[in-house]
């Protein structure tokens, strides 16, 4: 029925905690007496696999089950005739715990100084710990098929202690004893009890086998030797290096306009390539839409024109403004449409750049305006109606037509796979032509239409028809207008791509300046690619820099927020940090990450399809990052700078309605 801890190194079924302390024990290190049920009588009870799609409901119902289940014969007796009236630790031991890859502190239940007459409680408890979303989150991807062992110990009294046997950047131990830390030379000559601690501590991390230290409790008698009640291998975080303020002259220019500019981080969180920047400059001396535009180091900055004019009223009328939204949006791409001319690579270019500005005039000045307009319009007059401001949200948040709507579509059935590699093609994981698309990565694109599942759409709050019609209408307008700005950036991409082919620049083409490939006089491909790699040279600086939010404008105080916490929905999450960057990031996140991203972007949907959760530094619940997030079905955070900004890849965190925290 049982398993002696002491046998439990080679055993089967008996998760991690208990093969930790095993070998401890044949060590001869000094670990309270104890027994290992093994998964197997988890298994008999009428438990399995952890059912890594179920929803929280399922989850809680099986949970419920567990602790209905009544004991298995003659457990409890055997028990009292093992341990008599002594009080037990009751502890978890799965195969997700204790590992070099993970932890999972914290994740699962334990009981100290159990009773008898509470010994089975307290198993039930361990195995219905199994059952929530924490632990399907940290699992998803592959732990499916967990060893969910409980591991039941004679209770020892005394001081609990934690010891750390190395630092991020030393090998001092680090000693946490009633909240306060200590940290510990590993050959300093110590006080006896205190000796006995780290000797102890340093005892396990050689048995666990932990280079980089050991994550090790004891319990410290008053007059005895401390027990070892558990060992791990530390899960090091990788640090993140501190970002440096930019030059002060580069920021001149913007202070001085007497202008207040904002960094278009929501889109655009990297600098931007040579190419992308000649098209903004392009936009900019056109005088385009409704924001002036400027590069700082390649970040682009805003403004607005006060002088733009304002969108006229949208139609009321569902129809109307289907029709209305669905006309600029045409008109867009007719103005890419237009039959080109050019009897070159350059002249081509040209042709293309020039039917970008066109459909760019549409874009930002009659279609994005026309969008934002009726929302705005659908925001009041919902409000006067009397629903409360939560509900625009959450009507605007079933998009069928967005990138997450797709691939659930294609999932379902509902779209044939080569029709979704179509409209998907010309997207990209971020807004700059540099950035290869995913139709140039047809592999990566297969593998998300493969593993894409089909997700229900959300239940939006009930309004009246006409409500729900607009909102409708103007969700479908938004990804409308985004695949429109993809297919644009992509030709532009394109017609880059064959003057580098001509000119033997390949991609180098994006990292110089698209004038100088409109020359005639071009210079010599020497000099080309040494302005190319000057240019990536300065995109690497650039990046490592911290780019204020806001420059120039009236002084305001700082805002004043609890660092951790945005806005988020959709429940709770663990899993560990996978920081999704810019450009050519085109790899699947591995499933169950929390993707850690400066913004999210629609076309991001195609990588993150298996994500924990979504967690963004910018970004509101109106914006597509939320909007997809909500399509995916996943827990999300976006407006949470800090995350962005302090999280390194592979540190364990959970997500809790809207705050991040390190778990």
Aim: glycine share 8%; net charge neutral.
């Amino acid at each position: 029925m049982w398993i002696e801890l002491a046998d439990a190194a080679g055993a089967a079924g008996v998760g991690g905690k208990a093969r930790g302390l095993a070998r401890l024990v044949a060590a001869g290190l000094r670990v309270p007496d104890g027994v290992v049920l093994p998964h197997a009588v988890f298994a008999a009870a009428g438990f399995g696999a952890l059912p890594v799609d179920a929803d929280a409901a399922a989850l809680a119902a099986l949970a419920e089950r567990v602790l209905a289940r009544e004991a298995p014969a003659g457990l409890l007796a055997a028990l009292a005739a093992r341990f008599g009236d002594q009080p037990l630790a009751v502890r978890s031991s799965i195969s997700l715990e204790d590992r070099v890859a993970g932890a999972a502190a914290g994740v699962f239940a334990s009981r100290r100084a159990v009773a008898p007459a509470e010994r089975w409680s307290a198993v039930r408890a361990v195995w219905a710990s199994v059952f929530t979303p924490l632990v399907v989150a940290y699992a998803r991807g592959g732990g499916a098929d967990l060893e969910v062992g409980v591991v039941l110990q004679r209770h020892v009294e005394g001081a609990p202690i934690t010891v750390y046997t190395r630092g991020p950047d030393d090998d001092r131990l680090r000693v946490q004893r009633d909240g306060a830390i200590e940290l510990v030379a590993r050959d300093r000559a110590l006080a006896p009890a205190a000796a006995a601690v780290r000797d102890a501590a340093l005892a396990a991390e050689a048995v666990v086998g932990a280079p980089t230290g050991a994550d090790v409790e004891l319990i410290a008698p008053a007059e005895a030797p401390p027990w070892i009640v558990q060992a791990r291998p530390i899960v090091a975080p990788a640090v993140v290096p501190p970002r440096r303020a930019p030059p002060p002259s580069l920021l001149a220019p913007l202070r001085e306009s007497g202008l207040r500019w904002r960094w278009d981080v929501e889109h655009n969180p990297a600098p931007l390539s040579p190419a992308q920047a000649s098209l903004v400059a392009r936009v900019s001396a056109a005088g385009l839409g409704g924001w002036r535009l400027a590069t700082v180091a390649g970040y682009l900055y805003m403004s607005p024109r006060p002088e733009a004019p304002a969108p006229p009223s949208p139609p009321r009328d569902p129809v109307a403004l289907r029709a209305a939204l669905d006309d600029a949006l045409a008109r867009c791409h007719q103005a890419l449409d237009a039959a080109p001319t050019a009897t070159s690579p350059r002249e081509a270019l040209a042709a293309t750049l020039e039917r970008y500005l066109a459909g760019y005039q549409i874009w930002a000045e009659e279609l994005a305006p026309a969008i934002a307009a009726a929302r705005a319009a659908l925001a009041a007059d919902l409000a006067d109606a009397g629903h409360p401001p939560s509900t625009l949200a959450a009507r605007l948040a079933h998009r069928p037509r967005s990138i997450a709507g797709l691939l659930s579509a294609v999932a379902a059935g509902a779209l044939p796979v080569d029709e979704a590699r179509r409209q998907l093609a010309d997207h990209a994981p971020s807004w700059d032509v540099a950035c290869p698309t995913y139709g140039e990565r047809p592999a990566v694109l297969a593998a998300a239409l493969a593993r894409a599942r089909p997700a229900p759409p959300p239940a939006p709050p009930a309004v009246e028809p006409a409500f729900a019609a607009r909102a409708q209408a103007i969700a479908d307008a938004a990804e409308l207008d985004d695949r429109w700005f993809a297919r644009a950036q992509a030709e532009v991409r394109r017609a880059l791509l064959a003057v580098g082919a001509a000119t033997g620049l390949g991609d180098d083409a994006c990292w110089v300046p698209t004038e100088a490939l409109l020359t005639d006089a071009a210079p010599p491909l020497p000099a080309w690619r040494a302005a190319a790699r000057a240019a990536r040279a300065a995109d690497a600086r650039a990046r490592a820099w911290r780019m204020p939010v806001e420059i120039g404008g009236p002084a305001t105080p700082p805002e004043v927020r609890p660092a951790w916490v945005g806005t988020g929905g959709a429940g709770r999450a663990l899993g560990r940090v996978h920081r999704l960057g810019d450009d050519a990031e085109l790899a699947l996140v591995p499933a169950g990450a929390v993707v850690v991203t400066a913004a999210l972007t629609p076309a991001m949907a195609v990588l993150v399809g298996d994500a924990a959760a979504l967690v963004s530094a910018t970004g509101g619940p109106l914006d597509h990052g939320a909007a997809m997030a909500r399509e995916l079905g996943v827990p999300f955070v976006c407006g949470c700078p800090e995350a962005w900004a302090e999280l390194a890849d592979g540190e364990l965190v959970a997500i809790d309605d809207g705050a991040v925290r390190r778990a």
